[in-house]
C-alpha cells in the first residue's frame, strides 16, 4: 500500500506481511517525515496520533484499512 492510501500525502510504497504491519510503518513513517520537518506529512501524522482518541472511528478506519490491504494484489 501506499502513504497515499493510508491517507498521507506520497505515494511511498509500505510493504509488509500484514495490514497491522503496513499501518505500524506508516506510522513510522509519518513519525520520521514529521521529524524531518515535513510539513506535507504534518495533517497525517495529526490524524494518525488522534485516531485513537475516538475509537468507534478509529475502528472504522482499521477495518478498512484491513479490507483495502486484503484487496491489494500480491507480489
Known sequence: MTCR???GPCDLE???ES???VIKDQ???L???EAAGD???QPAREEMKG???HPLGAMKWYRE???AFAAQPSD
Open 39 to 41: 510539513a506535507a506529512h
Open 19 to 21: 495490514a497491522d504491519d
Open 27 to 29: 506510522d513510522q513513517h
Open 31 to 33: 513519525k520520521d517525515a
Open 51 to 53: 485516531r485513537w482518541a
Open 65 to 67: 484499512t484491513k479490507k
Open 5 to 7: 492510501q493510508l491517507g
Open 14 to 16: 509500505l510493504r509488509a
